[in-house]
């Protein structure tokens, strides 16, 4: 069974840092299409940044201050978030077992953690 268990939410600043992580247990993130996701109250699920073995990607609003990664050998992903903004709060989800289509389409992964709450004050 696919298992997705994300943490290091948290409340911060403006400017501040945080680092998201995404541990995956029942399948070996090794050469999985993986991804990051954020929903903010009454807005839809969007994606954030995707890592396929090492090609990464990222969505516009978030270029230059975030960074995806994986650390294989503990099978967890990770999300480093800085220069923090209030536009950033949300709740962030891990997504995994990919199923094709567009990489920052929810209807791509089959796989979902239960989210971490991130909340930027200016």
């Known amino acids: 069974e696919v298992q997705l268990v994300e943490s290091g939410g948290g409340s911060v600043e403006s400017g501040d840092s945080l680092r998201l992580s995404c541990t995956a247990a029942?399948?070996?993130?090794?050469?999985?299409?993986m991804a990051w996701f954020r929903q903010a109250p009454g807005q839809e699920r969007e994606g954030v940044a995707r890592?396929?073995?090492?090609?990464?990607r990222y969505a516009d609003s978030v270029m230059g201050r975030f960074t995806i990664s994986k650390d294989n050998a503990k099978n967890t992903l990770y999300l480093q978030m800085n220069d923090l903004r209030p536009e950033d709060t949300a709740i962030y989800y891990c997504?995994?077992?990919?199923?094709?289509?567009?990489?920052?389409?929810?209807?791509?992964?089959?796989?979902w953690g239960q989210g971490t709450q991130v909340t930027v004050s200016s």
């Open positions: 997504a995994a077992d990919f199923v094709g289509g567009d990489t920052f389409s929810v209807r791509a992964y089959k796989a």
């Open positions: 029942g399948f070996n993130i090794r050469t999985e299409t």
């Open positions: 890592i396929a073995e090492i090609d990464v």
